[in-house]
């Protein structure tokens, strides 16, 4: 989604926005633009160009240079008119003196425009965001942050601002509401920004802003306010992740040097949570006895994160025998769902920004429900609005397409399920054990099949010219089928489906000719003859199947036209395992056929509007 960056200091306020932008790209955008105030200037002066942001840099490059140490950026991911260039941000007044970038939707953006034209103004764009810049210019009388107070007032929805003036050149006004915003405390200059990785270069003292909170900067300080007014005093977060870990590191795209760090993320998870024989989720929360006294667990997440929820519903029902449902969180606010004292809500996401999943978790809360959050983002919304949360301290995921945050929330719910075992006494000790310590194991497995990239890249490569794509699995891999299209179609824009295996006579079937690749997930497991079954269909009506197998099965290989193994596990572990492949596959093929991986069309890192 759109991303923010904001600058006021000594420096040259253009190079640092540009990097700022460059380094929020994953977020994706279709367009983008910047806005400054050249020094004693009675204008801002604006440039925005759509597509990738070197389209702007080659725009700037042919006008005279802006020397400027007050400026707003933007990248837009197009929701209320076309990508374009009179659509892209900055917007600016009808006198050029003021511009806003914005980031989120004004719900009541119609009602506001009326108003706006009854009174003269004009407007020179389809979006939202313009009825921001000029009710800020309507309320303007020579103090910027006074302006966006009373505007802010009149808007509805959800939004992050960022917004200067030339009438009042040594302030920059940001705001919050539902999208997310940083302040970056520096020395002489501060920033705003959508996420840390944009200012990182320059500073790592980060004040993440509530709903509800806005703040004036100025190049030697920050006052962070309410709405009506009320000062707040910020608390100065310390990020202490190193800037290369946002970077590609050698790897050709980030989705690639990601999926490489899977091993090291989960050990370290392992080694964070599990201590003396013991699963320890510090973050949770909620004591033992609360724990045993819930009676029902629910389950909201979006995409990639709902397929890890998936996998968790079985592995807690399984180990811990609590029963768990499972909702995309832009169903469940609708449906009435039945949530009270005794349901713990877990909601599941990477960037902890997804606004139907902070809108399911509002709902869980006004229903009386404990909220649990399995989280990457540190200090994200979800975060701060959950009860407890489980960070899977997965590192920054810069590919839209999750690979390392989803392993990361599998391995958090294999904690979850067997701390739950525990407390309500599930399993007999043996095969705690054993779960344990087959976990443990898990790192080393993982390394084992990265060291088998180059036969998935064969494989992937003999498939890339298929126009379609069935994912089949059963059981605790049948998430496993749904995640493994998920990341098939994102990336490489290819049709395909995941099913529960057993629903492919039911309709799928149908599809199967010698133009159709199958991917059968089937390690070793009691389902593993029915896999073959499918298989055999498959075959005889001339469909080719990629199988994913334990290593050392060779009858797979009379039912399969191409075998990628996995090495033995526990068969409630294989997900963790058989997500590797199916990104590699993913990975290679969207690489054959030429597609942006880090930044397919139409996607973006963190879905922050409904
Ligand atoms: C994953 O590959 C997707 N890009 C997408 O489905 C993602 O998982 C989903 O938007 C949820 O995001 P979150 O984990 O940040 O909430």
Redesign the pocket.
Known sequence: MCGIVGYIGDKDALPILIEGLKNLEYRGYDSSGVGLIPDGSRSVVIRKEQGKIRNLEALLSKKSSIKSHLGIAHTRWATHGAPCRKNSHPHASENGSIAVVHNGIIENYQILKAKLIGKGYHFSSDTDTEVIVHLISEYFEGDLTKAVQRAIKDLEGAFAIGVLSSDDPTTLVAARVGSPLIVGVGEGENFIASDVPAILRHTRRVIYLKDGEMVTLRKDGVSVMTFDGRSVVPKIDRVTFQMDAAQKQGYPHFMLKEIHEQPDVLEKMLALRLKKGRVELEGIRLSDKELKKLNRIKIV?????YHAGLVGRYVIEELARVPVEVDVSSEFRYRSPIVDKRTLLIA???????AD?LAAVREAKKRGARILSICNVIGSSLARESDGVLYTHAGPEIG???TK?YTAQLMMFYLLALKLAQVHVALPSKNFQKIMKDLKDIPALARHILKAHRDIARAAKKHSHFGCFLYLGRNINYPSALEGA??LK?ISYIPAEGYAAGEMKHGPIALIDEYRAVVCIAPQSEVYEKMVSNMQEILSRKGKVIAIATEGDENIRTHATEVISIPRTNKILTPLLVALPLQFLAYHIAVNRGCDVDQPRN?A???TVE
């Open positions: 997440a979006c995409g990639t994160a599941v996401s990477q960037s902890g920004e997804t999943t839209v397409a999750s945050a998920l990341k994102e996607l890192k963190s879905v």
